[in-house]
């Protein structure tokens, strides 16, 4: 369980604030309401990842990137390099998949 949902259950269960949940479970007031951008951001190049990591299975991240790259798909995704590359096609579980 999350800490962020055990900290709801202290507030409802025991009738404390959130300031006292929080400092009874260590946990940082603004890092309970912290949203995460990046897997919003994220979602259509990592279906895109998924689309070619399926349709290419002995392709790593690198020419993934590669192809990425000739797409063109980089011209809007400012920032993104092979690191990110990397870690969303590590979530995305390439390395797992199987081999032919």
Known sequence: ??????????????????????????????????????????APLTQRIEEIAHTRIRYGYQRIHVLLRREGYYSSWVGHNLNLLQTIAAAVAMANRNRL
């Open 1 to 42: 369980m999350q800490r962020h949902t055990l900290i709801g259950f202290l507030e409802r269960a025991y009738g404390i604030s959130q300031r006292r949940a929080c400092a009874v479970m260590r946990q940082s007031r603004s890092g309970l309401m912290y949203k995460p951008v990046r897997k919003i951001l994220d």
